[in-house]
C-alpha cells in the first residue's frame, strides 16, 4: 500500500530559478539517454523519469510564472 504524502515549500526567486534550471537539464539529460541508448531498459526508464521530471517541471514553472513573472524561467548567463 502507498501513503501519498505533500510537502509545501515557500522559495523566493533564486531558489525558484536553480531548482527549475536544475529540472530542465535533468529533463534533458534524460532525453538524451532515451534517444542514444542502446539498452532498451535504460531508455524506457530514462522516458519514464523524464514524464515524472518533466511534471514537476509544468507545475512548478506555471506556478513560479504566476509569482514571479516569465523571466523565472529565464537560465540564461548573459547580462541583465
Not at 9 to 18: A, G, I, P, Q, S
Not at 36 to 63: C, P, R, T
Amino acid at each position: 500500500m502507498t501513503v501519498i504524502s505533500e510537502l509545501n515549500v515557500n522559495l523566493n526567486d533564486w531558489e525558484t530559478r536553480y531548482i527549475l534550471e536544475s529540472l530542465s537539464k535533468k529533463m534533458a539529460h534524460l532525453k538524451a539517454i532515451n534517444a542514444s541508448s542502446e539498452d532498451e531498459d535504460e531508455a524506457a526508464d530514462a522516458g519514464n523519469d523524464f514524464i515524472e521530471v518533466s511534471g514537476l517541471y509544468d507545475q512548478m514553472s506555471s506556478n513560479a510564472v504566476e509569482v514571479f513573472g516569465q523571466q523565472i524561467l529565464d537560465f540564461s548567463r548573459g547580462e541583465i
